[in-house]
């Protein structure tokens, strides 16, 4: 049997994936910007995954439920983590959200997938577009995040977006700032 659990942090990498822009732009995000992003962010890794001879995601709402929670709650409390302050990490999160594992066969073994997640914090002025791309480029430029979104065992994604307009990173200060949750399935 094989089970496979990943977060990015966990998996070669222990560094977070993070902006900040300077640049003009936005001065909060609407739910349907939010929404855009989601839906942006789904049509590309779903480009990247094809590009890489891989089967595109299927969105899953239960892990968008997990992953908008998370997203959700770093936005309100001002912290930007796997694990919330209390200690929760993916795999509780996916539980509370009513996620089951997905398991397959090959007739000589088991292969169940827990889950995996990626986080983006972007922070300062910038547009739906703008997000999206750092979101992706960060991504993608990061080992252990790069390797979740391309595990051929991930067939589900679903992806959570939270503005807060006050918070701070790494002693930098920002009134525009944006979480993003991706979790796999």
């Given at each position: 049997?094989?089970?496979?659990?990943?977060?990015?942090?966990?998996?070669?990498?222990?560094?977070?994936?993070?902006?900040y822009?300077?640049?003009?732009?936005?001065?909060?995000?609407?739910?349907?910007?939010?929404?855009?992003?989601?839906?942006?962010i789904?049509?590309?890794i779903?480009?990247?995954?094809?590009?890489?001879?891989?089967?595109?995601?299927?969105?899953?709402?239960?892990?968008?439920?997990?992953?908008?929670?998370?997203?959700?709650d770093?936005?309100?409390?001002?912290?930007?983590s796997?694990?919330?302050?209390?200690?929760e990490?993916?795999?509780?999160?996916?539980?509370?959200?009513?996620?089951?594992?997905?398991s397959?066969?090959?007739?000589?073994?088991?292969?169940?997938?827990?889950?995996?997640?990626?986080?983006?914090?972007?922070?300062?002025?910038?547009?739906?577009?703008?997000?999206?791309?750092?979101?992706?480029?960060?991504?993608?430029?990061?080992?252990?995040?790069?390797?979740?979104?391309?595990r051929?065992?991930?067939?589900?994604?679903?992806?959570?977006?939270?503005?807060?307009?006050?918070?701070?990173?790494e002693?930098?200060s920002?009134?525009?700032?944006?979480?993003?949750?991706?979790?796999?399935?």
């Open positions: 049997m094989v089970l496979i659990v990943a977060s990015a942090m966990c998996i070669n990498s222990h560094t977070y994936t993070y902006t822009s300077t640049s003009s732009g936005l001065n909060e995000l609407t739910e349907e910007q939010e929404k855009e992003i989601r839906e942006m789904f049509e590309r779903n480009e990247i995954r094809r590009q890489n001879g891989i089967p595109p995601f299927k969105y899953n709402l239960t892990l968008e439920k997990a992953a908008q929670m998370h997203a959700d770093m936005a309100r409390r001002n912290y930007f796997h694990e919330s302050p209390e200690g990490n993916f795999m509780d999160r996916l539980a509370k959200a009513g996620y089951r594992p997905r397959f066969s090959d007739g000589k073994s088991e292969t169940i997938v827990y889950g995996g997640e990626n986080l983006f914090f972007y922070g300062g002025k910038g547009n739906v577009e703008s997000i999206v791309t750092e979101a992706i480029k960060g991504w993608m430029n990061s080992k252990g995040h790069r390797e979740n979104r391309l051929k065992e991930f067939a589900l994604t679903g992806i959570g977006v939270a503005f807060s307009n006050n918070c701070t990173y002693d930098k920002f009134t525009f700032c944006v979480y993003i949750v991706e979790m796999f399935g």
